[in-house]
């Protein structure tokens, strides 16, 4: 095998709760992430040039050690000792630095090509290791699916998965700063705690609307501050028709979780018409037909999560 191409799939929170903060300024999250079919493509061909190749389809996004894939594909190389050399093409389609893990998937995407390109038969455990030393979020983009995500995000234990749910993506024109959101946030202050065992009751149910009820994020209301037009998003989503309406990680991409793909499309359809925004989605809820596995991942090395501190 030459070459392979791959889907990175994004991610949305169902809940997001801030638990603790440590020592070294990292935050202890406890949060439900849910796999969506919104996705990068990760096209890899071995190259006799030694050493990593990347571009992408925005002209802005970084091609070197910047970029995580990039990152990613050298971890691979030092870790197996292999002499290599590819060339990796990223066609973007996640909305960037939206609380949707663009990033963290091309990274997953990454190595799990570059397993399967160069035969090495890791393990999905030795994956998400791997990917632990990137950024967080890796390893849940290595399983997908519905998880419990807890510690800085790597203690991953899979949860009934989400019926297949229509989902909307709203990526207002701005981003926040995943840094400043954590930076802002005061956790002795935390209004309400988002209900999550009562979204893992319902999802063991297959309570679409009792999931819907119940999505939280504690970092909603930081984001708001900073940015108004979050909250209007999501009045508007409820106006729309949608089961419920929930801002994905520090933001800024608001979701909303729809019954029909009718009801879906017409709620895009609003949001590109009456707010101008190019960023709008239909997707829907992913499930990995493998995602019952137990995958249980201890921090080994120092992650780094971009900004939460
Ligand atoms: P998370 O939800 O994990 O916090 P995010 O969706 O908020 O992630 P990303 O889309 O991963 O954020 O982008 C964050 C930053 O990472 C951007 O500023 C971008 O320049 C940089 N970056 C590096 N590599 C990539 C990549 N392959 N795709 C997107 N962004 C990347």
């Not at 002499?83 to 990274?107: N, Q, Y």
């Not at 089961?243 to 029909?260: H, K, P």
Request: aromatic letters at 8%; charged letters at 25%; hydrophobic letters at 35%.
């Amino acid at each position: 095998m030459n070459s392979i191409i791959l889907k990175g799939r994004a991610k949305i929170n169902l809940t997001l709760d801030v638990v603790g903060k440590r020592d070294n300024g990292y935050h202890d999250l406890k949060m439900i992430m849910q796999t969506v079919n919104l996705y990068d493509t990760i096209y890899i061909r071995k190259t006799k040039v030694l050493g990593v190749r990347l571009k992408s389809n925005y002209s802005w996004l970084p091609t070197n050690e910047k970029n995580i894939a990039y990152k990613a594909a050298e971890l691979f190389f030092k870790e197996s000792g292999i002499d290599g050399g590819v060339a990796i093409e990223i066609t973007k389609r996640i909305p960037v630095a939206a609380g949707l893990a663009g990033g963290s998937t091309d990274a997953a995407a990454t190595l799990v090509g570059l397993n399967r390109l160069y035969e090495t038969h890791y393990s999905k455990e030795k994956l998400m290791e791997m990917g632990l030393q990137l950024g967080a979020d890796v390893p849940f983009c290595i399983a997908r699916g519905t998880m419990l995500a807890e510690g800085i995000g790597e203690e991953l234990t899979p949860l009934t998965p989400m019926p297949t749910t229509y989902v909307v993506l709203v990526k207002p024109p701005f981003s926040a700063s995943t840094a400043a959101v954590y930076k802002e946030l005061d956790i002795n202050n935390i209004k309400e705690h988002p209900k999550t065992d009562v979204v893992i009751q319902a999802l063991e149910e297959g309570n679409v609307q009792e999931i819907a009820n119940n999505m939280s994020n504690v970092l909603e209301d930081v984001t708001i501050s900073m940015y108004p037009e979050i909250a209007k998003i999501k009045e508007e989503f409820m106006q729309q028709g949608a089961m419920g309406t929930m801002m994905s990680g520090s933001g800024s991409t608001v979701f909303g979780l729809f019954e029909t793909e009718e009801a879906a499309q017409k709620a895009c359809k609003y949001f590109k018409v009456n707010h101008d925004i190019r960023e709008v989605y239909v997707t829907t809820t992913y499930s990995p037909s493998s995602s019952n596995t137990k995958l249980h991942q201890n921090r080994k090395k120092g992650p780094r999560r971009r900004g939460v501190k």
